[in-house]
């Protein structure tokens, strides 16, 4: 009779150790997924909000262009740009100055129309192709 009791008992403990073993895996199991379930989240919402960030670069930058394009296209604009261009050029040579013992500079530095000249060349190329683009696009869609 003590025999069948210890063989019970040991049988019990057995089960016992046995569904405690299973609990701890099923909880590690359940542990690794919510781990993996929130690390996905993260990084779902870090790349929407770099998405966000994107477009709304994307779309303050537009604004921008359309801004100074308006600008450009109304009277003195095109003349506005050329001396914001000039004022530029050189406060950055300012610039260079201050910062290096030695320059590489342009032989017609003096020649200031020239220079502005060929930023707004430059600038009208660049719209020019802009809007051949732009008219492809629409051409396609």
Do not use: W
């Amino acid at each position: 009779m003590k025999a069948e009791r210890e063989k019970r008992a040991e049988i019990a403990r057995s089960e016992g150790e046995k569904q405690a073993i299973i609990n701890r895996a099923e909880g590690d199991r359940a542990e690794a997924i919510s781990l993996s379930e929130g690390e996905k989240m993260k990084r779902i919402n870090e790349a929407e909000g770099r998405a966000r960030e994107i477009l709304m670069v994307a779309d303050a930058t537009a604004k921008g262009i359309r801004k100074v394009a308006e600008a450009l296209s109304s009277p003195g604009g095109k003349e506005a740009a050329n001396l914001e261009v000039a004022k530029q050029y050189i406060g950055e040579f300012g610039k260079l100055a201050k910062e290096n013992n030695t320059m590489i500079i342009p032989g017609n530095l003096t020649d200031m129309s020239s220079m502005v000249a060929t930023a707004m060349s430059t600038f009208e190329h660049v719209r020019s192709r802009k809007e051949s683009a732009a008219e492809e696009v629409r051409s396609r869609g």
